[in-house]
């Protein structure tokens, strides 16, 4: 998942993903606030003079860095991933090259939290946490909470220019029946599990099928959309970009692009289609070996503190997990107000699933069934 | 330390190697060894390359491969013997290689002759032109030919203002060939550059005055001397359109595939770190021979002349 100011910047600029620094003055006195946990520090609990986060592109506001610096005296260092596996990889190959914090999506929590890659939080630094949804806590992937605290959430849903298509869309099942007319203007994501759950769930299936009759049926779906409507497939960011530009007419694609979009065109709506959609949330974890896990806690409480995730949340265009920022009305009113940001979770039920990736052996029944749909 | 080397030469050669041979060493025989290895490993339960060793990655490249021999005029003119996912891949890869090498060298070959035909004064200036592109990421390049084939981008703009039909250009495999073309050409020019440099266009006086007419002079006498350059260029510009990625991801839009972008999702996307080493070392092999046998048949050509 790529994110919502990386498209930004790439259709300015031409997509380098820009790497985050928080800059400022050099030194400052660590300014005590009621904030950071009222512990009798022992020595392993000292501060740190820099955290070094491993996070997706442009997926925190600096003004929020900035502000940690100025109040902790702490300089946050940001180097970005645009995959989950390419950030794993850096932990598998010769361990941890130096991160204190991480930002992994669901699934990857497990897989990591398996392979012995993640650190157990120590929550008496967090206390913040307790402000987090609850619904977002005891996940599939995290159960009893030891490895991760929910930063951002959002969905793959669709968007269209709705005065470029002939009805409203509000399924996946529209999407499969494109229109014939509208050839080569839809898009749909270049990511293996995305792409095949439209197929799954179009059919009836879960988008965590792991059954190849099932996968092989929601190949063929999708590989006679390609002869139909020839969609292209592309990251989020690009689709944005190609919705934006009239290059295709609909997508599939993320929240913050599809937030982003919306922006640059009132034209443009975004729908979390009904016929089951996918909802995904990136989390803040530390990678065993981190060098200043203790600084990296306290980061995370600061993250947790409802004006900072308000801010943050309002700036990147994700649904913050700090359910203590939405009581207090600090979330943007057209962000908190949009049902395709801040979703009802509860009232959509099942209409709403994780895709939970990283069983080999599943994994590769998909690969070869999307390579099998990109050289149709 | 000199004397040393003034005494013994044989050091000396061995001194001026290490620093290339370390870095060939560490940086290539070694990563494509432990490649080598893992192509024949399995995965363990968390997805990692783990023994016991297999051929299972090869035999999976070519499980599905049937004969069933076919020509087709679907995306440039194809003959197959056999057909399978990956192997098709393969050849679609080859052919789409070969055919935008071809572009590369018909469009170079001008420019790089008109290169060497310039006052010398004026070649450096035209060597520079050839080379400013590299001082921007070509990542960066890719962007921006992307928003310039878009339905709404200059070219389409133009064409409008001209009173013509704007054309659909990115997301098509017109535009992976001219990605493919575009990131190729200064690779082709240079190396041909070098070899009209040096060419004596006596020459071609010579061959003139024995009766040969222009076409005759460029086949038989400036072709076979130039051929080194011609070679090298389409190395150059072959070799890596086979395994190109970023072009295809950002000028294909998913609608061409290449093996380069299979291989790359092996590792990126789901980790299968076995299987994507089997068929990124298969895909070495094949460039190779290809290449190799490319090499051969040009030094033959050489040789009918000297």
Redesign the interface.
């Known amino acids: 998942m790529n994110r919502r100011r990386f498209l930004q910047f790439?259709a300015g600029?031409?997509?380098?993903s820009a790497l985050i620094a928080a800059c400022g003055s050099t030194s400052q006195s660590p300014n005590v606030s009621s904030t950071q946990p009222a512990a009798s520090a022992p020595s392993d609990q000292k501060l740190a003079k820099t955290l070094n986060w491993y996070n997706w592109g442009n997926y925190v506001a600096d003004s929020i860095l900035q502000k940690f610096k100025e109040e902790f005296g702490v300089t946050v260092n940001v180097d970005t991933y645009s995959?989950n596996?390419?950030m794993?990889?850096k932990f598998?190959a010769g361990g941890n090259p130096g991160y204190d914090l991480i930002t992994p999506s669901d699934y990857m929590v497990s897989?990591m939290a398996?392979?012995g890659l993640l650190e157990k939080l120590d929550f008496n630094n967090i206390p913040n946490y307790a402000l987090i949804d609850p619904s977002l806590k005891n996940t599939y992937f995290d159960p009893t909470n030891e490895y991760s605290v929910a930063y951002n959430w959002g969905t793959t849903g669709f968007a269209y220019n709705k005065n470029k298509v002939p009805e409203p869309i509000t399924s996946w099942k529209q999407v499969i029946e494109w229109p014939a007319e509208l050839r080569?203007k839809l898009g749909?994501l270049?990511?293996?599990r995305e792409l095949l759950a439209v197929g799954l769930r179009v059919l009836g299936y879960s988008g965590n099928s792991s059954s190849p009759a099932e996968i092989n049926a929601a190949r063929d779906l999708l590989i006679e959309l390609k002869r139909r409507a020839?969609?292209?497939?592309?990251d989020s960011p690009?689709a944005g970009a190609?919705l934006v530009?009239?290059?295709v007419v609909g997508t599939m694609i993320y929240t913050p692009e599809a937030v982003t979009a919306r922006e640059q065109n009132p034209d443009i709506v975004y729908v979390i289609p009904g016929d089951v959609s996918t909802i995904w949330q990136d989390n803040l974890c530390i990678p065993k070996g981190a060098p200043s896990k203790y600084t990296a806690e306290v980061f995370i409480n600061f993250l947790c503190r409802p004006d900072i995730a308000a801010e943050n949340a309002n700036e990147i265009g994700l649904a913050t997990p700090c359910a203590e920022a939405i009581k207090q009305g600090l979330i943007d009113e057209a962000l908190i107000k949009d049902k395709t940001v801040y979703p009802d979770v509860a009232a959509m039920g099942n209409a709403l699933e994780f895709l939970r990736k990283?069983d080999?052996a599943v994994?590769?029944l998909?690969?070869?069934a999307?390579?099998?749909i990109?050289?149709a | 330390m000199m004397q040393l080397f003034r005494r013994h030469p044989q050091l000396q050669a061995a001194a001026l190697m290490f620093p290339g041979a370390f870095w060939l060493i560490a940086f290539f025989l070694i990563p494509l060894a432990i490649m080598g290895v893992i192509s024949f490993m399995s995965?363990d339960?968390?997805?990692?390359p783990a023994p016991p060793y297999t051929l299972n990655n090869y035999l999976d490249i070519f499980r599905d491969v049937r004969f069933n021999p076919s020509i087709s005029l679907d995306g440039g003119f194809t003959v197959r013997l056999i057909e399978g996912?990956?192997v098709?891949?393969f050849w679609?890869s080859l052919w789409l290689s070969l055919i935008s090498t071809v572009i590369t060298l018909l469009i170079a070959f001008p420019v790089a002759l008109f290169m060497a035909r310039l006052p010398r004064r004026y070649r450096n200036l035209a060597l520079f032109a050839v080379m400013i592109p590299f001082w921007t990421?070509f990542?960066?390049r890719t962007?921006?030919l992307q928003?310039m084939l878009?339905?709404?981008?200059p070219i389409n703009t133009l064409l409008r203002a001209l009173g013509l039909a704007p054309i659909?250009l990115?997301?098509t495999p017109t535009a992976v060939m001219l990605g493919l073309v575009y990131g190729n050409l200064p690779f082709m020019i240079l190396p041909l550059y070098t070899s009209l440099e040096k060419f004596d266009w006596t020459m071609i006086e010579a061959a003139q005055d024995l009766g040969a007419n222009a076409w005759q002079a460029f086949r038989r006498v400036m072709l076979p001397l130039v051929s080194p350059g011609v070679v090298a260029g389409s190395i150059l510009t072959f070799v890596p359109a086979v395994g190109s990625y970023v072009t295809v991801?950002?000028m294909g839009?998913?609608?061409t595939?290449m093996i380069g972008?299979?291989i790359a999702?092996?590792?990126?996307?789901?980790?299968?770190w076995p299987?994507g080493s089997a068929m990124a070392l298969l895909m070495m092999i094949v460039v190779t021979v290809a290449a190799v046998l490319y090499f051969r048949s040009s030094r033959g050509e050489q040789r009918t002349i000297v």
Do not use: C, H
């Open positions: 790439s600029l031409g997509g380098m995959s596996e390419e794993e990889a598998k897989k398996a392979a080569g749909m270049d990511d293996v020839n969609y292209t497939l592309t690009t190609n530009a009239g290059d990283g080999p994994d590769e998909f690969q070869r999307f390579d099998e990109r050289s | 995965r339960a968390l997805g990692d996912l990956y098709d891949l679609r990421n990542l960066v962007y921006a928003f878009r339905g709404n981008g659909e990115l997301f991801d950002l839009g998913g609608r595939n972008y299979s999702q092996q590792f990126s996307t789901i980790a299968n299987f």
